[in-house]
């Protein structure tokens, strides 16, 4: 397998319900509308990937099951290459997420008896990319393909949303630790400081900040970049764009500034969409705004 980017790491199956307020205590509601859809930090990205005209494939856990196989279709239907996809008797992880008309969400993940997948159940040495990006869900495949991208100079990508064991394993082994503000703040209680703090533990550091852009560091060289100014409608999946065209535009060889860029581009389109598979740019729309 030969791919521009792969993504291992977490999928789901994402029930969607727009609501007009997040909801009180003991409180019934009625939802404006419901979209169902794949979901998932690394699946995201390998689909976002494909959308923008590269080559992508996703390694994770699907179940034997409805949701399972609705995925796996909808990942195809993309052009994602699903070969490295794992299927068994657990049942899909599930997310419903509530979002607000201010595109202000909260996302309830259920994954049930769902376990990481053993280091051996892939055959690492099969798969060349150009870029590799985990999402600190599979760490033990992950370990495994990262050993492979150093062997090929792959370079590779950790999606941090949030500090968990995953997380912890693969953030010192990666050559890219593009973390969300929430990890940040877990990991040292400031995004300043954590960019400081994690620049000792991974040779560029880059901090999503949603509505406030990014700051990034890159040796003892350091910097920001503001959002792009867009209407947000639903900002899940934002960070699933912003880490899959970054690891694609690692794979297209773009300079720094333009790969910032270009990651930011994606992650502020997808706000203008409701739902985070569905808000994925198309490269049509990414190259209207992407300058």
Not at 7 to 23: K, M, N
Not at 60 to 65: K, M, S
Not at 162 to 171: C, D, F, K, R
């Amino acid at each position: 397998m030969n791919v521009d980017v792969l993504c291992a790491g977490h999928a789901c199956y994402d029930l969607v319900f727009s609501v007009s307020h997040q909801p009180g205590a003991d409180e019934k509601m009625v939802a404006d509308s419901l979209l169902s859809c794949g979901g998932g930090p690394a699946a995201n990205a390998a689909v976002c990937v494909s959308k923008l005209g590269l080559t992508s494939t996703f390694a994770g856990y699907l179940g034997q099951d409805l949701y399972g196989d609705q995925h796996i279709q909808e990942l195809a239907a993309y052009g994602v290459d699903t070969r490295l996809i794992v299927r068994g008797s657990p049942a899909t992880p599930l997310s419903t997420i509530l979002v607000k008309p201010d595109g202000k969400r909260c996302l309830i993940n259920y994954k049930g008896n769902t376990q990481a997948l053993p280091g051996d159940v892939l055959d690492s040495k099969a798969v060349t990319a150009k870029a590799m990006l985990f999402d600190g869900h599979e760490p033990s495949i992950s370990l495994a393909l990262i050993e492979r991208a150093r062997q090929t100079n792959s370079p590779t990508v950790l999606d941090a949303g949030s500090l968990h064991q995953g997380t912890l394993a693969l953030m010192r082994q990666v050559d890219y630790l593009v973390c969300s503000e929430k990890f940040a703040i877990q990991y040292a209680g400031n995004e300043q400081h954590a960019l400081s703090q994690l620049a000792k533990l991974a040779p560029v550091v880059v901090i999503t900040l949603g509505e406030r852009g990014v700051i990034w560091q890159r040796g003892k060289e350091q910097g920001a970049l503001p959002a792009y100014p867009i209407t947000a409608i639903d900002s899940t999946g934002a960070g699933d764009a912003f880490h899959g065209a970054f690891a694609a535009a690692l794979a297209l060889g773009m300079d720094w500034q333009s790969l910032l860029r270009y990651a930011s581009a994606a992650g502020a389109l997808c706000c203008t969409r409701m739902g985070a598979r569905l808000g994925l740019p198309s490269q049509q729309d990414h190259a209207g705004l992407f300058r």
